[in-house]
C-alpha cells in the first residue's frame, strides 16, 4: 500500500479500494502466511470461495486478484501464483447497455431545477459530456468564450482536486447553447473572476455532491422524467454526438481510456451507406440467383383428386 500510494501514486479511491481489499480480506486469508509459500492453488481456492459466498460480484473478485498479482508483483515473487495465466479469472459480462435522456427532456430537467445554476449544470453536462467531479472543478479560467473551448483540467472528488480520470486533460467544444448558458451564469455579479468556480455555494466554494443529488432528483420527479443518474447526463453527449462525429473523436472528448468505453455508443451512430451496402448486396445475390432460374415448363394441370 506505501508503494502504490507513495510511487505509483495512484488517486486517494484507488488507494481506499486496495486498503480494503487488503485489511478487509487478504489479511485474514493469507496474512500470517510467508509469500512464497502462496500458491496457485491457494489463489484459486480463495477467488472460488469468494465467489460461492455470493457477497462480492465477479468483477470485485476479479479486482481482489490484481491486487494479489501486485503484491507477488512487488516482492518479486516468480512465476507470480496470481498471474492469469494461473488462477482462471471468473467471467465478467459487461453489455455496455445504458439509458439517457433525450435533448428534449434535458430541457424539462432544466426547467424543474431549484435555481438558475442547477438548470445551467444539467445543461452544460448533457451538451459536453463533462463528468460530475469535472463540473464541480471548473473555473473560469478554463472557459475560453473566444475560441468557444471548455479545458478539462482537474476532478473534484473526495473533497479535493485532482486531475481527471485517466491522468489527461482534455478540451471540449462548447455548442452555442452551453455557451450562452455560461454567459448568462457568468453575468451573476459574483464569483466571476478567472479563478473562481463556475459551479460553486453560496460563499464561492466546491458545490457538495450529495445536496446537489437529492436536487437533481426532485428535478427529475418534476420533470415527470424516468429516475436516471445524474451520470446519465453524459451518456446523453455520448449518444447524441456519435450521430456526427467518428467514435475515436467522441473517444477523446469524452475522456475515455479505452476505446471499448466509447463503443458502448455506436449503435445510435447512423449508418444509411452501410444499409444501402448490405441492400447491394443482397440484390446482387438475388439477381445471380434468378438468373440462374430455368424457366417453368407449361404442363397440363393435375386435377387427379379434384
Known amino acids: ?5 507513495q510511487v505509483k501514486r495512484v488517486d ?3 488507494l481506499k479500494d486496495y486498503a480494503g481489499v487488503v ?4 489479511d485474514e486469508a493469507f496474512g500470517d502466511r510467508p509469500l512464497e509459500e502462496i500458491t496457485d492453488r491457494d489463489i484459486s481456492a480463495y477467488a472460488e470461495r469468494l465467489i460461492a459466498e455470493g457477497r462480492l460480484s465477479n468483477r470485485m473478485v476479479c479486482r481482489h486478484l490484481v491486487v494479489l498479482g501486485g503484491i507477488f508483483k512487488r516482492a518479486r515473487v516468480e512465476p507470480n501464483p496470481a498471474a492469469a495465466d494461473r488462477v482462471q479469472r471468473p467471467k465478467v459480462v459487461y453489455s455496455g447497455e445504458y439509458r ?4 428534449d427532456e434535458i430541457e424539462l430537467l432544466a426547467g424543474q431545477a431549484e435555481d438558475r ?7 452544460v453536462a448533457a451538451f459536453t459530456g463533462l463528468r460530475q467531479g469535472e463540473l464541480l472543478g471548473l ?3 478554463e472557459v475560453d468564450f473566444v475560441t468557444g473551448l471548455l479545458h478539462v483540467r482537474r476532478n473534484w472528488t473526495d473533497r479535493r482536486e485532482k486531475v481527471p480520470k485517466g491522468k489527461k486533460v482534455r478540451s471540449v467544444p462548447m455548442a452555442p447553447a452551453v455557451v450562452d448558458e455560461l454567459a448568462r451564469l457568468k453575468d451573476r455579479g459574483v464569483f466571476a473572476a478567472d479563478g473562481d468556480l463556475v459551479f460553486c455555494n453560496t ?3 466546491h458545490l457538495d455532491s450529495w445536496p446537489l443529488r437529492r436536487r437533481y432528483y426532485r ?3 418534476r420533470a415527470g422524467l424516468p429516475r436516471l443518474t445524474f451520470h446519465c447526463l453524459r451518456h446523453t453527449f455520448g449518444s447524441q454526438v456519435i450521430r456526427q462525429l467518428d467514435g475515436y473523436t467522441l473517444q477523446s472528448l469524452m475522456g475515455h481510456q479505452h476505446y471499448s468505453t466509447t463503443q458502448r455508443y455506436l449503435h445510435h451512430k447512423p449508418r444509411p451507406q452501410d444499409a444501402a451496402a448490405i441492400a447491394r448486396a443482397f440484390a446482387a445475390d438475388g439477381d445471380k440467383a434468378r438468373a440462374k432460374e430455368a424457366p417453368m415448363p407449361d404442363r397440363e394441370p393435375d386435377v387427379r383428386g379434384s
Open 203 to 205: 460563499v464561492g466554494d
Open 139 to 141: 473555473r473560469w479560467s
Open 23 to 26: 485489511h478487509g480480506y487478504l
Open 117 to 123: 445554476q442547477d438548470a445551467a449544470l444539467y445543461r
Open 100 to 103: 439517457a435522456y433525450e435533448p
Open 1 to 5: 500500500l506505501r508503494f502504490v500510494e
Open 219 to 221: 428535478a427529475v420527479e
Open 12 to 14: 486517494d479511491v484507488t
